[in-house]
């Protein structure tokens, strides 16, 4: 399966600063999905946009989606220590029932 | 709350050997799954079940196989160990949508 790329790689901001992430994928999309992973840990889920909306928000969270260019981002605003972690996209095909993840970006925030 | 439990968080193991990596989860989902993470490659799936008895290749699945004899424990198995399979292996569940994953384990091959 054809893997979704992420840029930046690495980001590193001050605490306060706004932190974005960007995602690109190949295929037609039913939703897309971005999890966060502290180190060493597992992934947890933080928000889902399906193909049919544009943008989404929740609490510091917000999820802009174009599938005309088949990109989306994470804003994560007001950044916190404690938001220091590995961010990843992951999308939904139409084809597929699979979810494909993208290759992340670690995101460190300093106090 | 989802709990997607991998019986360990680090194993390490000696090159030859068979190694199981356990999950368990208590939601009842059909759909089960194998990841493998290492650095600058992101998540490649291992294997996936959407049922009992049920498994199916992901991208990488050679030197693994996998076990779902019952539908809340889906099994990784590593028949013969080696070097090159020192990585992160995460197990997860998924519903509709959303994917729940366990912690992860960290297995080091010597």
């Known amino acids: 399966s054809q893997q979704g790329e992420e840029d930046p790689q690495a980001l590193s901001i001050q605490e306060g600063e706004n932190a974005t992430m960007n995602c690109s994928y190949k295929t037609s999309i039913n939703n897309l999905q971005w999890y966060r992973q502290n180190s060493g840990r597992g992934l947890v889920h933080l928000i889902l946009i399906r193909s049919n909306e544009r943008e989404k928000h929740s609490g510091r969270l917000r999820v802009t989606l174009d599938t005309s260019k088949k990109s989306s981002s994470l804003l994560i605003t007001a950044s916190r220590a404690a938001d220091t972690a590995s961010y990843f996209c992951?999308?939904?095909?139409?084809?597929?029932?699979?979810?494909?993840f993208g290759g992340g970006t670690r995101l460190m925030v300093k106090p | 709350d989802v709990k997607v439990t991998q019986s360990s968080r680090y194993l390490v193991k000696r090159t030859g050997e068979k190694v199981f990596l356990e999950c368990v989860q208590d939601?009842?989902?059909?759909?089960m799954f194998w990841y493998r993470q290492d650095p600058g490659l992101g998540l490649r799936l291992i294997y996936f079940s959407y049922d009992v008895k049920m498994k199916e290749k992901g991208d990488i699945p050679e030197g693994y196989s996998v076990s779902r004899e019952k539908k809340e424990r889906f099994s990784l198995i590593l028949e013969s160990a080696s070097t090159n399979q020192t990585s992160m292996y995460l197990c997860?569940?998924?519903?509709?949508?959303?994917?729940?994953f366990g912690q992860g384990t960290r297995l080091t091959v010597v």
């Open positions: 992951a999308f939904r095909s139409n084809a597929g029932n699979m979810l494909t």
């Open positions: 939601m009842d989902h059909e759909n």
């Open positions: 997860a569940i998924r519903g509709v949508d959303e994917a729940f």
